[in-house]
């Protein structure tokens, strides 16, 4: 977190100072997803340890993230937070998404697994393969939809079911209305009440005792998958730092 506010006031320094002025954090999903409650815990600590900005906190939601990362291009005193679906997207997508060069990372907060997650499954063992199944993943071009497809060698007629978050995704799999969900493992400790078990995650080693994918025999590519977590600027922002600012 120190880190991150350290990050987050280099930014400042590139910005006009004025009287408490404000400094909108935008999510690029839903405000009921892990990571965005992180953004808020970032915003509550930069509000009390100095008194020039006021951050405030908004969600952009749709289109993979391009809706948030193009409102953040066009918008003044924004700052995007995002993740690696950033990246991802414009490669599937370049008409429907944004350039990449037209921003530049501000600061990298974590990098975190994904995990495949069910509540009508206990092991894949149980998963059918012999009639369709669905997979929610936080939209299309997506990593989480990047990471979903790498089931489908194993389960050909599984279907990949794009929603504006994986918050979305989580509440669709718990009714029963998908059969799998690609997750965080920030999430699973809220729903484990309600069924959610985790079926493996991605990258090279297990965490809290989960297998991963890579180790059950799933493609190996899943090992080299991870979401990292980032804070976005537009590439026009003036690198020039005003020193007298640090004492933020």
């Known amino acids: 977190m120190k880190k991150t506010l350290i990050g987050l006031f280099f930014y400042l320094l590139m910005l006009p100072v004025l009287a408490r002025e404000t400094i909108t954090i935008v ?3 839903t405000a009921a997803d892990g990571p965005a409650n992180y953004s808020r815990s970032l915003i509550e600590e930069a509000n009390h340890q100095q008194n020039k900005y006021n951050f405030i906190f908004d969600t952009k939601p749709g289109a993979g993230g391009a809706l948030a990362a193009n409102y953040v291009k066009n918008t ?3 700052i995007l937070a995002t993740a690696s679906a950033f ?3 414009p490669n599937f997508y370049p008409n429907e998404s944004y350039d990449l060069s037209a921003f530049k990372e501000m600061y990298l907060q974590c990098i975190a697994p994904m995990a495949i997650t069910a509540t009508k499954y206990k092991t894949w063992a149980d998963v059918p393969k012999d009639r369709p199944i669905t997979i929610g993943v936080s939209g299309s071009g997506t990593t989480t939809h990047l990471f979903a497809a790498q089931l489908q060698s194993r389960y050909p007629q599984l279907t990949v079911i794009p929603f504006k ?3 979305e995704s989580l509440l669709s799999v718990a009714a029963g209305n998908t059969d799998l969900h690609v997750a965080f493992l920030g999430e699973v400790d809220g ?3 309600r069924g959610l078990k985790v079926l493996g995650i991605s990258g090279p080693t297990q965490i809290q005792g989960f297998s ?3 180790g059950q025999g799933f493609n190996k590519s899943t090992a080299d998958i991870s979401v990292p977590f980032h804070l976005v600027v537009p590439a ?4 020039t ?3 007298k600012s640090t004492r933020l």
């Open 87 to 89: 990246f991802v997207r």
């Open 191 to 193: 729903w484990k009440d």
């Open 241 to 243: 730092k005003d020193r």
């Open 236 to 239: 026009t922002m003036s690198d």
């Open 76 to 78: 003044p005193n924004t």
């Open 27 to 29: 999510y690029s999903w």
């Open 212 to 214: 991963t994918l890579a």
């Open 165 to 167: 978050s994986t918050s």
